[in-house]
């Protein structure tokens, strides 16, 4: 990929209380995350995961590829219907002893993620952040790639073939 840029997600500034940020989700209003093109350093890790009826989505590869452990404060937003999760020592959330992230109930409604639902989980160690894609933003991503592949290949093209 070389010096190719493409779309991180960088965690937002939040407010210092947590109390704040606990009575944002409580009534449905959860910060935005930015997207900003920087250089792609290392691997995502990418899984599928099923969210059960306690929201808890587990793919231990992307979880354990973060380093994410037992009391780490975590902040979730959102950006559109997916869920952006990093580590924060003011978040609101705990991770808890075993490698799976529990969507709150907001976030789940916000994101029209239910129970049963699968969705994909990419974790990228070099920001720190995982991200829960419904399918429907999975088909979406799809989509939008196929169409592109029919338009001539545009920006999907490699520079090796």
């Known amino acids: 990929m ?4 493409i779309a991180a997600l ?3 500034r939040l407010p ?3 109390t704040a940020r606990l009575a944002q989700v409580g009534r449905g209003r959860l910060p935005l ?3 900003l093109a920087l250089p792609r350093a290392g691997s995502l890790r990418y899984g599928m995961a099923r969210v059960d009826s306690e929201g ?3 793919n231990g590869a992307t979880i354990t ?3 994410w452990a037992r009391g780490d404060r975590l902040h979730i937003s959102l950006i559109a219907e997916s869920v952006v999760v990093h580590r924060d020592p003011s978040g609101a959330f705990t991770m808890g002893g075993k490698p799976y992230l529990v969507l709150p109930t907001a976030v789940r409604r916000r994101s029209g993620v239910r129970t049963g639902d699968q969705v994909l989980v990419a974790a990228d160690p070099n920001h720190d952040v995982l991200v829960v894609h419904p399918l ?3 088909d979406s991503m799809i989509t939008d790639y196929h169409s592109a592949l029919l338009d001539g290949g545009g ?3 490699r520079p090796d073939q």
């Open 2 to 5: 070389g010096d190719r840029a």
């Open 65 to 67: 590829a973060l380093g």
């Open 16 to 18: 210092a209380s947590p």
């Open 10 to 12: 960088v965690p937002p």
């Open 155 to 157: 920006s999907h093209d």
């Open 56 to 58: 808890r989505v587990s």
């Open 33 to 35: 995350v930015e997207l």
């Open 136 to 138: 429907s933003a999975l």
